[in-house]
């Protein structure tokens, strides 16, 4: 088999790597269930405090 004959620099080999790691994209996120604001999936809503339709933590309203 064919070995190379000298040592890729790290600069050529992150060049070559951005294609496929191109990084981190936006998250996902979806409406709630319950109040529609948007959220992360599979977390709890940060306004109501529901997931999956039960409530998961207690949520104070800002006065």
Known sequence: MAN???KHSKARTRKRRS???GGLGRPDTMACERCGTA??????????????GRQIIEVEDAV
């Open 19 to 21: 294609g496929y790691y």
């Open 4 to 6: 190379p004959k000298r």
């Open 39 to 52: 959220k992360l999936r599979h977390r709890v809503c940060p306004s109501c405090g529901t997931y999956r």
